[in-house]
């Protein structure tokens, strides 16, 4: 990718989007990355050999405290913001001065609008807004990312690239955020619900608990690899940056639930107890949620 990238915050989801860059084939010494604890960061560059410091500390040439958060943004051209949403404002001030003009700037804090973050970095800086979701810490997440006033097509492309790495990559407007977080967001813990949902079930029919657990979760996790349209040979794997279309949900349902079967008397049990219903409600809540968020962070 030719760009240096600096992880601002190094966290589970940051990290994973780290190793998929290396895996992607970017050099480690164009990679930086910021942590609050110098153990952290002694763990990061001996795991990845990426350049890691703590923000409390730096080269004995350098000034310690919190200027590792600019040294690293000075260096580079795509700078992910990867701290707590209460923190975002503070360390984009932070990082104002030492940004070049044509540095994106990519957030991954929910909630936090793009206008608040330009209003602390200097006029015209690109900004994009990103919303990667859990599965992406296994290559096959989704993100969705949102431009700033000042974002060009090849500001975009260059989030558009960071994300590939580890999964698919939509671009939306920012007011459609909140949906895409309700929907792919929080989703995966919807399907985890599921699954535990299916689990107690097999227990009450009589499987032993262990056994329900994996049938429960093997079946979700096949299911999930049919509604990808990955290939049937696991040694074949398709590259989730460049995805098969997906199959219809409804299709691959009535494929399998015979006429008069015991799949068909158990949708029907689910749709006369408003289990599509409720689905909804639960997405449309944390959508609510969301946005009740994002006014208290203002």
Same mark, same amino acid.
């Given at each position: 990718?030719?760009?240096?990238?600096?992880?601002?915050?190094? &966290?589970?989801?940051?990290?994973?989007?780290?190793?998929?860059?290396?895996? !992607?084939?970017?050099?480690?010494?164009?990679?930086?990355?910021?942590?609050? /604890?110098?153990?952290?960061?002694?763990?990061?560059?001996?795991?990845? &050999?990426?350049?890691?410091?703590?923000?409390?500390?730096?080269?004995?040439?350098?000034?310690?405290?919190?200027?590792?958060?600019?040294?690293?943004?000075?260096?580079?051209?795509?700078?992910?913001?990867?701290?707590?949403?209460?923190?975002?404002?503070?360390?984009?001030?932070?990082? /104002?001065?030492?940004?070049?003009?044509?540095?994106?700037? @990519? !957030?991954?804090?929910?909630?936090?609008?793009?206008?608040?973050?330009?209003?602390?970095?200097?006029?015209?800086?690109?900004?994009?807004?990103?919303?990667?979701?859990?599965?992406?810490?296994?290559?096959?997440?989704?993100?969705?990312?949102?431009?700033? #006033?000042?974002? /060009?097509?090849?500001?975009?492309?260059?989030?558009?690239?960071?994300?590939?790495?580890?999964?698919?990559?939509?671009?939306?407007?920012?007011?459609?955020?909140?949906?895409?977080?309700? @929907?792919?967001? !929080?989703?995966?813990?919807?399907?985890?619900?599921?699954?535990?949902?299916?689990?107690?079930?097999?227990?009450?029919?009589?499987?032993?608990?262990?056994?329900?657990?994996?049938?429960?979760?093997?079946?979700?996790? &096949?299911?999930?690899?049919?509604?990808?349209?990955?290939?049937?040979?696991?040694?074949?794997?398709?590259?989730?940056?460049?995805?098969?279309?997906?199959?219809?949900?409804?299709?691959?349902?009535?494929?399998?639930? /015979?006429?008069?079967?015991?799949?068909?008397?158990?949708?029907?049990?689910?749709?006369?107890?408003?289990?599509? #219903?409720?689905?909804?409600?639960?997405?449309?809540?944390?959508?609510?949620?969301?946005?009740?968020?994002?006014?208290?962070?203002?």
């Amino acid at each position: 990718m030719g760009t240096t990238i600096a992880f601002l915050g190094c &966290g589970a989801m940051n990290e994973a989007i780290l190793a998929g860059l290396l895996d !992607s084939g970017v050099p480690a010494d164009q990679v930086r990355a910021t942590v609050r /604890s110098a153990e952290r960061a002694d763990r990061l560059a001996g795991r990845y &050999g990426v350049r890691a410091v703590a923000t409390g500390t730096g080269p004995a040439d350098a000034t310690p405290g919190p200027t590792a958060n600019a040294r690293a943004a000075a260096e580079a051209q795509v700078v992910v913001l990867g701290v707590k949403p209460a923190q975002v404002g503070a360390l984009a001030a932070e990082i /104002s001065t030492s940004l070049a003009p044509d540095t994106v700037v @990519v !957030s991954v804090a929910g909630a936090v609008p793009l206008a608040s973050i330009e209003q602390a970095l200097p006029p015209g800086q690109p900004v994009v807004r990103a919303m990667p979701n859990t599965p992406t810490r296994v290559g096959h997440g989704v993100t969705a990312i949102a431009p700033g #006033a000042h974002a /060009s097509a090849e500001h975009l492309h260059r989030a558009r690239a960071l994300f590939a790495t580890v999964g698919l990559v939509v671009e939306v407007a920012e007011d459609q955020l909140a949906a895409v977080g309700a @929907v792919s967001g !929080s989703g995966p813990a919807y399907v985890f619900y599921l699954t535990e949902a299916l689990a107690e079930a097999g227990e009450r029919l009589g499987l032993p608990a262990p056994l329900a657990r994996v049938l429960a979760a093997r079946t979700v996790a &096949g299911a999930g690899r049919m509604l990808d349209g990955a290939p049937a040979d696991p040694a074949d794997p398709a590259d989730p940056a460049d995805p098969v279309d997906p199959v219809d949900p409804a299709e691959l349902r009535r494929a399998v639930t /015979s006429p008069r079967g015991s799949t068909e008397r158990a949708i029907a049990t689910f749709e006369e107890r408003g289990l599509r #219903a409720v689905v909804v409600a639960g997405a449309a809540a944390a959508e609510a949620r969301t946005q009740e968020i994002a006014r208290e962070l203002e």
